[in-house]
């Protein structure tokens, strides 16, 4: 969570008042009741690699990405995203990161493909706890199961699932994480997310998204940037 900061106020005056109410505000969100019941199940298994983060904040863009693609499915879409790495928990958690590596020699690719079957495996449990329909279940297992090593989407639920997972790499929290995981700077870091993440993205709305925070992102690296007004954290 992050710490709250300093107010300051130059203006003077009160004008909280003025503020719209939240459910006016575009892209505001919570997990839905059904997520929500779907993240206490899975969220012990979602501890390893800074997974359970990753999971919430790619939720958060897959929920951006749907408003701008009504004909996916967030039943679909949704509870896929929340526990698309689920499997990752059957992995050592050396042996992920050396999975993933920028330089991984294929050695583990093994590895990749287990996270996503058993993920599929834990993720069917899960969701028939919770009481999801079973054309449902399947349906998102089908998408979990191969949302890594599947080179094409199998549909377009499964188009947004892959995206939003992808886009999280150039979110500040994606960033930093991959800073930690390979001994990056920011600019390499950026550098790395960046291009891994708009070149395997599959829909407009995706690559324009990650074009924003990218494009944010860089500015924020920039000379220019550092000498300006900016508000303490």
Known sequence: MSASREVINYLGRDVTDKLPAAEQVPGAMALTPRDAAIWELAKDY?????????????????????SQIPEAQENIVLPAILIHDIGWSTVDERENLEAIAPDRDGSRAHLVVQHEKEGAKIARRILGEVGIPVADIDEICAIIDGHDTRPEPISLN???????????????????VVNDWFGLTDEQSLRLCAYRAYNELFTDAGRAMSRVLVSLAYIDQTPQISKTYRPKA
Do not use: E, M, Q
């Open 46 to 66: 979602l501890k390893t690699r800074d997974n359970d983060a990753h999971c919430l904040y790619a939720y958060g863009i897959a929920n951006a990405l749907l």
């Open 158 to 176: 499964d188009a947004l699932v892959k995206d939003a997972d992808k886009i999280w790499r150039v979110s500040p929290h994606g960033r930093s």
